[in-house]
Every structure is written in structure tokens, then in C-alpha cells.
């Protein structure tokens, strides 16, 4: 059983979220919600899922996690303009620890400066982006890299994040 | 009077289209909003404002207009997901017409690499991908590069961004 910290905050990707937490879960692996409050309740951008997020970003710190996941939408935008989430996700990152990260996830990425040289996917849109910040955008459903970093572009290619992010936590 | 480009997709931010839109209808120019598709109707991310759009990005080119406005929120980044508005905010700074973009308008300026070497200024969150894309960043409430282009961060900066949008309309 491993811990898996997911961050999040409104506007994330409903089934993004929902589709990797449900098979992280179902493998016995715990799953904690960090966002900028304990306690508040975050919005998915298809209004289907409400969470109430399990910790504070100021009360828990990478040390304590196995692994990240970083769902997309417009949640990890939002995150990534406060600082305490872009240090957070650095951690895992600097630690070699797995990171999973679907659609606009690879934002929170570009904004550690922790994907220069990094072989990555992620939603159309922010190609652009991820290649400026020196990643090897591949344009395939799901990219591994360095049996660390898993990630994907969009709702379509759950099947295959989840089935190569649950691989990683069996090492 | 000018003639002022718009494009606009859902989860702009309210303010940030309506404030610089009824300024620049109150100095006598034409505003026309753009979307995916004519008729279709826009909802803003606070929900304070619906647009229906004037016309759809296949019915228009931007040798028919003066300058392109860029309102923020997360509509830009819907926008630049679709190569025919890339294209067209690209002919916009290609022929050194005026462009307004607050917030995360600069998104669609980083997607037709436009903004490299330019001085400039957006959102928070998208400081990292502006750099990584080879702009300038400036964090002030407004920054006007090249008497063209004109950028401001946040609905706070509204005031100096029409004020220099304005400006550049006079010329």
C-alpha cells in the first residue's frame, strides 16, 4: 500500500480525477486530497464530482507520500500560481519519487522547472508550452519516463495512465 | 473608428472582456466577438456575463480588422487548442497591429510564438511559460512593447490596460 498525494483545486477534469483515484483505491493504495484549505470542497469543471480536500497544502509535506498525482482541467493552473504547490510537486520530482500527471497537469511541472529534458505527453493546448520548457513532448496516450513520471493527454488515454501509474507503485 | 477583434471562448474572465469592451464601444470603436462558431453563446467564469458571438473564427481573417483584444481567464487557453485562432492572433502580431492581452491572453500569443523577445506582462500563473518562451516579463500593472502590443495581469491592472489600448487606437 502505497500513499498517494493528489493536489487539486476547482476546474479539475471531473473523470481525471475520479478514474485514477477509483484504480489507485482499488489496488489498497490510500489516496489523500491536498488543496489550498483543509476541509474545502473543490469543484470538478463538469459539476459531476465535489471533493472535500482530506489536507492544507501548509499541512503536509512530500516526505510524507509515496507518490503524486496532479489531475487536469483548469486545477493545475490554478495551482500553480501559488508557490506552496509548485515546491510540493518539485519534491517528488527532485526525490525521483513517481508523478502522474494527466491533461494540464505537466503545468504544475513546467512550473518547478522540472521537466527540461523529461520525454512527456499532456493536453494540445500546452504542447507549446512543455516544449518551450524543454520537455520532449510525445504525442502518444501515455509516456513513461525514466520509470518515473508518467503522463498523458486527455480523458481518452485513462486506461493506459492508469494501468502504467499503478505499474510504477508495484516497485 | 477601428475596428477591434475579440476572441472569446467560455471561462473568460468577466470583467476582463466587459471592462476594455465597453471602453473601447464608448470611444466610437467596433467590437466583434469571435468564436468557434457565429451565434454561439460564451458564459463567462463568474458567470456574470453571456456573450453570443458575432461571427465564427472560419468567417473572418484579420486583414478585416484593426487590432485583436485578448480577454483573460481560461478562454485563451481554450482558444489556442485550435490552430485557426493560433493563426490568427499570429497574423495580428505578424503585421504589427495593435493587440490587447490581459490575464492569460498572452496563452494565445505563446502558441503562435509570437511574444519571443517581447517585452510583456500576464497572469501569475503563466510568468514561467512567457519566459520559457523567450518574452521579457515585466511585472507591472501594464506594459506596452513595440507601440503594439499592450499586456496587464490581472482585473486589478484594468484601468492602465484601456487606458494604454486606447492610446494605441488613436494612431
Known amino acids: 500500500m502505497k500513499k498517494v498525494a493528489v493536489v487539486i483545486a476547482d ?24 488543496g489550498h484549505e483543509q476541509g474545502e470542497t473543490v469543484i470538478g469543471k463538469q459539476k459531476q464530482t ?21 489531475p487536469g482541467g483548469f486545477s493545475p493552473d490554478i495551482l500553480r500560481a501559488d508557490q506552496r504547490f509548485v515546491a510540493f510537486a518539485k519534491a ?9 500527471a494527466i491533461c494540464h497537469g505537466p503545468q504544475l ?16 493546448s500546452i504542447k507549446v508550452d512543455m516544449e518551450y ?15 518515473q513520471l508518467v503522463t498523458s493527454r486527455t480523458p481518452d488515454d485513462l486506461e493506459a495512465f492508469n494501468r502504467e501509474s499503478l505499474k510504477l507503485l508495484k516497485k
Open 11 to 34: 476546474l479539475f477534469e471531473d473523470v481525471e480525477y475520479a478514474s485514477p483515484a477509483n484504480a489507485l483505491k482499488a489496488e489498497g493504495h490510500k489516496v489523500i486530497t491536498i
Open 50 to 70: 465535489q471533493i472535500k480536500v482530506d489536507k492544507g497544502i501548509d499541512q503536509v509535506k512530500a516526505a510524507d507520500f509515496d507518490a503524486l498525482f496532479i
Open 92 to 100: 517528488f520530482m527532485d526525490d525521483k519519487k513517481p508523478v502522474f
Open 109 to 124: 511541472l513546467i512550473a518547478a522547472k522540472a521537466i527540461e529534458g523529461r520525454k512527456a505527453t499532456g493536453y494540445t
Open 133 to 147: 520548457a524543454k520537455a520532449i513532448y510525445l504525442d502518444q496516450e501515455v509516456v513513461v519516463d525514466q520509470g
